[in-house]
T-cell receptor
Framework: GAGVSQSPSNKVTEKGKDVELRCDPI?????LYWYRQRLGQGLEFLIY????????KSGLPSDRFSAERTGESVSTLTIQRTQQEDSAVYLCASSWVSGSGTEAFFGQGTRLTVV | QQQVKQSPQSLIVQKGGISIINCAYENTAFDYFPWYQQFPGKGPALLIA?????SEKKEGRFTISFNKSAKQFSLHIMDSQPGDSATYFCAGGSNDYKLSFGAGTTVTVRA
């Protein structure tokens, strides 16, 4: 596709359920990032992929959060046993290469609501 | 620990006026300072960026001013238009690829 695609656009889930959020990066982009955006706040870094490897998982809030990337393409962010504080917009971004100064292209995000 | 502090949280400006958003950073390793623009329901999009070796960068109606000694930088939107109404995020980045974002400023341009 022309841009970064995320699905679903919106997800409402019950507390305690697991959710999977999907990101399709721009074709050929080797670097992929997940950020979380809470209401009225800035973007919070979660995890970074270079190819299919995740050199930096330091932003994942807890062991309930995990992510994988396959085929140097699609990435899935999984949140287990969701909690109300997980409610946020989850944004995925990709770029040609990693490194300072490389423009990251963002998807439209997945709005997660935990009730 | 918030590495980039952004203000104001929101601002309203008349059409044709100047919008000014300020950011301050703490991490002296930052060597890349982008501004992102986000419309409701959309992901952020890169607007303009600067490196610390220059004090100002202008692209159309958008200008970044950078003060390395004060560890501050700002975005000026000249001749603000209703289509500029959006949320603006400043960020700092270094060789570790990670961007640290400010909390965002919602700009409303009144016609």
């Amino acid at each position: 596709g022309a841009g970064v695609s995320q699905s679903p656009s919106n997800k409402v889930t019950e507390k305690g359920k697991d959710v999977e959020l999907r990101c399709d990066p721009i074709s050929g982009h080797t670097a992929l990032y997940w950020y979380r955006q809470r209401l009225g706040q800035g973007l919070e870094f979660l995890i970074y992929f270079q190819g299919n490897s995740a050199p930096d998982k330091s932003g994942l809030p807890s062991d309930r959060f995990s992510a994988e990337r396959t085929g140097e393409s699609v990435s899935t962010l999984t949140i287990q046993r969701t909690q109300q504080e997980d409610s946020a917009v989850y944004l995925c971004a990709s770029s040609w290469v990693s490194g300072s100064g490389t423009e990251a292209f963002f998807g439209q995000g997945t709005r997660l609501t935990v009730v | 620990q918030q590495q980039v502090k952004q203000s104001p949280q929101s601002l309203i400006v008349q059409k044709g006026g100047i919008s000014i958003i300020n950011c301050a950073y703490e991490n002296t390793a930052f060597d890349y300072f982008p501004w992102y623009q986000q419309f409701p329901g959309k992901g952020p999009a890169l607007l303009i960026a600067i490196r610390p070796d220059v004090s100002e960068k202008k692209e159309g109606r958008f200008t970044i001013s950078f003060n390395k000694s004060a560890k501050q930088f700002s975005l000026h939107i000249m001749d603000s238009q209703p289509g500029d109404s959006a949320t603006y995020f400043c960020a700092g980045g270094s060789n570790d690829y990670k961007l640290s974002f400010g909390a965002g400023t919602t700009v409303t341009v009144r016609a």
